[in-house]
């Protein structure tokens, strides 16, 4: 479904973002993932090398709230395979603080991350895919955007931005044949959830209508349907991943 395709996911050493990584191998991409760290990002790239020697992907571990950075890495993506054209926003960072607890600081590094970071990635990518007359842009969200949450107040307010940056941008950039879309996953099986305590999961599958967590495949199946052409006309579209739980 993605042939010849060139990507870019953020955050993709682990978890939901990693399991994009190997959707879109699987489907014939180049990818480019994008992690915190050296030994992280060996790491994935160890295993999706372990899994198939012929899967080209590589690795790259800019500070991603440093926009200049972001830029270099981006730009190399294109001196590398010629272009670009998924950029998948996908790195953030989770909070649970009680609005009268936040440290200085706390609320602007969730912010940062998961907010003012895609901006610094887009703006490199959409000059890119502008010169090559398109390109496709998809944002993790979370179902927290649509039903906010009680406590971690920088989290769901991060969220709301990326839906309406996906929005905003998929109006704008649309006359560019530029698409923007999110996906707004549920509570989903990455570390953090499958180290919780039986005694924490089973009343939150209770809650789901689809009485499971989601699996990252589950998401990760979104993120491919959203990059390839079977979603040609789908733009500034925030796909609940969710089991229905937002409701
Ligand atoms: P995870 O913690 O397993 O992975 C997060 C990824 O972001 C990692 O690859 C990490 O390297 C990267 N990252 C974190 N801080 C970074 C930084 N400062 N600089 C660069 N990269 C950094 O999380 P996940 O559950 O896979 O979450 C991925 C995305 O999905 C996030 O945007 C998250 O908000 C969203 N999400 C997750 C869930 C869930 O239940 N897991 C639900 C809704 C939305």
């Known amino acids: 479904m993605l042939k010849g395709k060139v990507a870019v996911v953020t955050g993709g050493t682990r978890g939901i973002g990693y399991a994009i990584v190997k959707k879109y191998l699987e489907n014939g991409a180049k990818v480019v993932l994008f992690g915190s760290r050296k030994e992280t990002v060996d790491k994935a790239l160890a295993s999706l090398k372990d899994e198939n020697g012929d899967w080209e992907v590589e690795g790259a571990y800019p500070d991603l709230s440093d926009a200049k950075k972001v830029e270099k890495a981006i730009e190399a993506v294109k001196e590398k395979f010629g272009r670009l054209d998924i950029l998948v926003n996908n790195a953030g960072i989770s ?6 607890k936040y440290e200085s600081g706390q609320f602007e590094k969730v912010l940062n991350l998961n907010v003012n970071s895609i901006f610094y990635a887009v703006q490199p ?8 007359g398109g390109g496709c842009i998809i944002n993790t969200s979370s179902m927290v955007s649509i039903s906010g ?3 971690g107040v920088a989290y769901p307010a991060s969220k709301f931005a990326v839906n309406g940056l996906t929005l905003s941008l998929a109006r704008e950039l649309g006359p560019s044949n530029i698409r923007v879309n999110a996906v707004a996953p549920g509570i989903t099986r990455t570390d953090m959830v499958a180290a919780l305590p039986k005694e924490m999961i089973e009343p939150m599958t209770a809650a789901i209508p689809l009485r499971r967590v989601g699996e990252p495949e589950d998401v990760a199946n979104a993120f491919l349907f959203l990059a390839s052409d079977m979603a040609s006309y789908v733009t500034g579209e925030v796909l609940s991943v969710d089991g229905a739980m937002r409701a």
């Open 95 to 100: 909070d649970s603080t009680k609005v009268d």
């Open 125 to 132: 990518a959409v000059k890119i895919m502008k010169e090559q």
């Open 149 to 151: 949450q009680p406590g």
